[in-house]
């Protein structure tokens, strides 16, 4: 994670991920089947990281569906995900996951469990009669909204605030809770 950070994608050879980490070459060699594999295994790390600070957001918001709703958005734009960091080796993982057909698969399963996270919080804010479609598609929105947002505020942290971008998260909720989707 660290030498992604620090080198980008381009930069992270055995040789250098091995020198980041005070290990031989031959170690990581042992573990890993290669460069590839470290990286989708960091990639599962980084991911899972993120999941559990999102659930622990969600488990100290109370029983009310719509405050852990809200918890599970915001937590996004709060440390430890609000990190330079994280935001270096996320992007990295997002623009290696575009040429890399087994980052691609892990890219896919982490935002699967993203959404299969957010949207029991969703549909616990809407009518019975929900459709799967629309809690779907309202997921796959929202991820795509905490996403940008999150790019955005690490990217130009003085456009707006993490705080702002919590309101602007919580407004698009407000008025798609109101209103589903309408899922063919």
């Known amino acids: 994670m660290r030498c992604l950070a620090d080198k980008g994608a381009a930069g992270c050879s055995v040789r250098a991920i091995c020198n980041e980490a005070g290990v031989s070459p031959g170690l990581l060699t042992h573990y890993f089947t290669g460069v590839d594999d470290l990286m989708a295994a960091t990639y599962r790390e980084v991911g899972g990281r993120v999941a559990v600070t999102l659930a622990e957001a969600v488990e100290a918001a109370g029983e009310r569906a719509r405050d852990r709703l809200r918890a599970y958005v915001v937590a996004s734009f709060r440390p430890p995900v609000m990190d330079p960091v994280l935001l270096a080796t996320w992007v990295a993982f997002w623009s290696l996951s575009r040429g890399d057909a087994g980052l691609r698969l892990v890219h896919q399963e982490i935002y699967a469990l993203y959404r299969g996270d957010l949207e029991p919080l969703i549909r616990a804010c809407l009518p019975a009669d929900a ?25 130009d942290g003085g456009a707006f605030t993490a705080e702002e971008a919590g309101r602007v998260a919580e407004r698009w909720l407000d008025d798609l809770l109101a209103r589903p989707l309408v899922s063919d």
Do not use: K, S
């Open 131 to 155: 459709r799967d479609g629309d809690v779907r598609l309202m997921g796959v929105g929202l991820t795509a909204l905490v996403d940008g947002l999150w790019l955005e505020l690490c990217l």
